[in-house]
């Protein structure tokens, strides 16, 4: 039986004055089991570029992957697989096809390799029409609740106006998650992060073709392992309080506060996908009218709700105190996850600043980058960055940008940026 737990981590003494409340709290899932295949609540999609980029070894080895995929797709999970360039078409189940989506048998999964076997290499891209066809296909099957899709590519969305892509993702965004991944050097970060930040999912870099099938496999059974469709965290805050700020600060730095819907005037509800066996930390700022010293009050209360029922809460509390010794000390957690949301960001925008061919504030963020790394415990990202730049001082993040930086390392260190170190508790 699925059980659900959430703490809550925080300094809840605020100054004479103060009116910021921090906490982060820490949602744990166990015993969720896995998806329901078996009851047809679960849908696959797998998206291909077919543009014609894709030739020769990348193809071969995406067609591959897609294979290896649907080997890893339980009988029972609704799926299909669309091949994307400049216009998206169902590759299966075929386009003459009186249905768009099958569920998964042997024989159907027979069918789905042959299909994924006749896939050539042409035209443009446009991603928009591969996202948009995905939704079209999950909408015929209403029973599937949890709904998944993988969206592999290697180019540039170059085929339309970066307009049209975002509008897309608007217009699908909460009716499915999408796990996006690039293929070697060609494809923007930027496009796939837009995608996959919106779809709740993640966005990879797959240096060489070869890992495409060892990653799709991957993801497949992190996405059967959900054996919660659906969650969302909801926040309450009393009368005169403002939600600063919702962000998702581990595993990965999602912030949620755009997505926020009303439940009611005082409770929103943020987006949090689908959950298997797992542990979620969230960073939850809520501004408060100032109180007299002495005064205690209730910041918020945060809770996780599955299907519309609350399965674990926890409570971010205000003490005002003229106590400085109490006051002045700053949560370890929320430091740590302030931080490591700010080490994010500085490497995007330092990268960004490097491609626009401003070194100055290149050499600057990914300074400041290095800085943060070091005083979070995120060895990863230190290890990223030094292929990028020359490190002379971590402690005070002097350094200088390598010449010699493959495009290759630029981009792992950009989608790797979000990813976070656990707080040491």
Not at 35 to 46: F, K, M
Not at 357 to 377: H, I, M, N, P, S
Request: net charge negative; with cysteine; aromatic share 4%.
């Amino acid at each position: 039986m699925a059980t659900f737990r959430a703490e809550v981590f925080q300094n809840e003494f605020l100054p004479d004055g103060g009116t910021d409340a921090h906490a982060i709290v820490t949602v744990t899932a166990e015993g969720v089991g896995g998806a329901a295949t078996t009851a047809g609540g679960v849908a696959e999609i797998i998206m291909v570029d077919t543009s014609g980029s894709m030739t020769g070894q990348t193809l071969a080895a995406a067609k591959h992957a897609a294979q290896v995929a649907l080997d890893h797709v339980p009988d029972g999970t609704w799926f299909a697989i669309v091949g994307g360039s400049h216009v998206a078409q169902r590759v299966f189940p075929y386009p003459n096809a009186p249905v768009a989506i099958v569920q998964m048998e042997p024989r159907a999964r027979a069918e789905g390799k042959r299909a994924v076997e006749r896939l050539v290499a042409q035209g443009g891209t446009a991603m928009s029409t591969w996202l948009r066809l995905a939704d079209q296909i999950f909408a015929t099957q209403p029973a599937a609740t949890q709904r998944h899709a993988i969206l592999l590519t290697d180019g540039k969305n170059e085929s339309e106006p970066r307009s049209e892509l975002s509008a897309a993702i608007r217009d699908v965004t909460g009716r499915f998650q999408c796990d996006a991944r690039g293929v070697g050097a060609h494809w923007q970060v930027d496009e796939l992060r837009e995608v996959a930040t919106a779809l709740l999912g993640g966005v990879e870099l797959i240096a060489d073709p070869a890992g495409i099938a060892d990653d799709f496999r991957d993801l497949l059974t992190a996405s059967m392992a959900r054996g919660v469709a659906d969650a969302q965290l909801r926040v309450w805050t009393p009368q005169g309080g403002q939600v600063l700020f919702v962000r998702q600060v581990a595993p990965t730095v999602e912030d949620l506060t755009a997505r926020r819907t009303a439940v009611t005037p005082l409770i929103g509800a943020y987006p949090t996908g689908a959950w298997a066996d797992e542990s979620r930390d969230y960073h939850v700022a809520v501004r408060l009218p100032s109180k007299p010293v002495g005064s205690e009050q209730l910041a918020a209360r945060v809770q996780l709700a599955v299907a519309d029922e609350v399965v674990a809460s926890g409570l971010v509390k205000a003490v005002w105190s003229d106590d400085s010794s109490l006051t002045a000390r700053i949560s370890p957690e929320v430091a740590h996850y302030t931080g490591q949301a700010e080490l994010a960001d500085v490497i995007q925008e330092g990268l960004a600043a490097k491609a626009a061919g401003d070194e100055a504030t290149a050499t600057v963020k990914l300074g400041r980058a290095v800085q943060l790394a070091k005083e979070t415990g995120n060895a990863e990202a230190t290890s990223r960055l030094r292929r990028v730049v020359e490190i002379d001082d971590e402690e005070h993040g002097t350094v200088r940008l390598k010449r010699s930086a493959s495009k290759l390392d630029e981009m792992a260190l950009d989608t790797a940026s979000t990813k976070t170190s656990r707080v040491r508790r």
